[in-house]
């Protein structure tokens, strides 16, 4: 389940409540990558706490998604 969300210019870091860290190119979800700063930090925990929603932008992510290293679809050779 997710208990934090980082990002920076270059990434996105899930924080999991077992202690582990996926981290993923920002690139690879252009919503996020051109969102502003104010934009990236409005998130909130959804699918039962295993995807993140940010409704600034309607992204929504899944740890399942960022475990198997799967780009958004509008992303081309990530």
């Not at 979800?29 to 309607?58: C, E, F, M, T, V």
């Amino acid at each position: 389940m997710v208990s934090e969300v980082d990002i920076t210019d270059e990434s996105l870091s899930v924080t999991m409540r077992d202690g582990r860290t996926i981290t993923v190119p920002l690139a690879w979800y252009p919503r996020l990558l051109n969102a502003s700063p104010a934009q990236r930090k409005n998130w909130r925990i959804a699918g039962g706490g295993y995807g993140i929603h940010w409704p600034d932008l309607d992204e929504d992510l899944s740890t399942e998604g960022l475990l198997r290293g799967a780009p958004s679809p509008h992303v081309k050779n990530p």
